[in-house]
């Protein structure tokens, strides 16, 4: 009775042994953790396993390359792909096997779990990839356990400038595509804005758009200017790189003044600035004229006409500016006449010309009894001595001041 008693138990027992056996297949038991690691450091990937009664050789690591198949590295700690020494004798890949613990498993009980650590040392682009950690269970694949991890190496953003659109002159009314791409990982995050902080003209006007590529349609000269690429991925400091568009458009042209009208008292050495203002790509070259003239396609401009650059007349380029934040480039023309006689009075034209087109400007400069502009009081004595032209009026209108300052007139006027 005993025995059969036993006999019970222990069959009872084997079934229940045979049964957890059979049960039991080898199993990886935690995900691998994306490992990101800096370019030139050790990244390590840990693959934690319950063998069972599978020997250690089937612990296998693979690189996964795109459309390639599947690159085995390792087999348990052996390195099956070639690995190459590194600067202070360092191997590239090595496994480390970490035996014996005892983990407690949920579905599993207590389990020993074996940790496989893959170490990939001087990291570089290349290295980049999915790595697989896989039990191959011979005969059963489908029972082979596997598990895919991560390696991230970072890398700061570089925009490739061949990659990206170069500078341009185009004309008005053309469609410009802005281009830029970056070498980056992870991948980088690109946008555009103008480096003006103006809005592009795309639908909707933003002053930023995330894309790689944008198109500007019907481009006109306010689109002139310099468009900055980004690039961003959250590694350093991302990378930018600037391209200058740059819009033909025919000149325009206009007097600095309202009305264009200009004041002065002629024949008693005082001085007039009239001014014009520029605009125009290829920069237009500006030319004042006495007179009014009009600009006609099929006549050449009255060249006895030119004021040219000598006394009393001179012209001067005075500067550049964005006009009210258009990154259009206005330039300012100054026709300086020092000492106006009655002769000057009259009208000024200036052209501006380039080889998209002529544009032109009337300004009037018409008699007034009393000086006009900041000049008046100092110009008609400091003058008077030094001009050549200055006539008899100019000593009468010196009366008014001291003595000495008639004094000091009359020697240098003897000297
Ligand atoms: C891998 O395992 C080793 C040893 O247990 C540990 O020091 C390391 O932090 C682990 N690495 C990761 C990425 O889990
Ligand atoms: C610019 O693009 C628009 C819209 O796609 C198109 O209608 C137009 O013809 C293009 N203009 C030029 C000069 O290619
Ligand atoms: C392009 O711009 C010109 C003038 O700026 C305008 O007359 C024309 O309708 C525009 N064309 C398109 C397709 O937007
Ligand atoms: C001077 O210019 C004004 C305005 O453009 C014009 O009305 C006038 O006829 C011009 N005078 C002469 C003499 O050309």
Known sequence: ????????????????????????????????????????STATLN???????????????YKLLPGQSDKAISAGTK??????????????????????RTVFIPDMGYTDVTT??????????????????RINVPGSPADSPEVVATLIVPREPFINPAEVTNNQVVEEGA??????????????????????????????RPQRVYQSEV???NVTKYDRGVYRCFANNNVGYGAKHDVR??????????????????LQAPERNYEITLECVSTGYPDPEVTFYSGTVIPRPDQPLPDSQVIKNQFPFSVERLRSQGAAGTHVYE?????????????????????????????????????EEVCQGPLCFGTSVEQSANSPGAGHRSAGSCAVFSGLAIAAFMMRRLL
């Open 1 to 40: 009775m005993a025995a059969k008693i036993f006999c019970i138990v222990l069959f009872l027992a084997l079934s229940d042994f045979l049964l957890r056996v059979s049960a039991i297949r080898p199993a990886i038991v935690e995900n691998i953790v994306t490992e990101v690691r800096p370019i030139d």
């Open 47 to 61: 693959c934690s396993v319950a063998l069972f009664s599978n020997p250690p050789e089937r612990v296998q690591w």
């Open 79 to 100: 390195i099956t792909e070639q690995n190459p020494i590194l600067q202070g004798d360092m191997l590239k890949y090595e496994v480390r096997s970490r035996p014996g």
């Open 116 to 133: 496989f650590t893959l170490l990939i040392r001087r990291l570089t682009n290349l290295d980049a990839a999915n790595y697989k950690c």
């Open 175 to 204: 469609n410009v595509t802005l281009k830029c791409s970056a070498t980056s990982e992870p991948p980088a995050h690109i946008s555009w804005i103008r480096a003006n902080g103006l809005p592009l003209n795309i639908p909707g």
């Open 215 to 217: 198109t500007l349609i």
């Open 245 to 262: 568009i740059d819009v033909n458009y025919a000149p325009s042209i206009r007097g600095a003044r309202l009305h264009n009208l200009y």
């Open 331 to 367: 330039f300012f023309y100054a026709l300086r006449i020092k000492n106006v006689r009655d002769t000057h009075l009259g009208n000024y034209t200036c052209v501006a010309k380039n080889k998209y087109g002529v544009d032109a400007a009337v300004l009037k400069l018409a008699n």
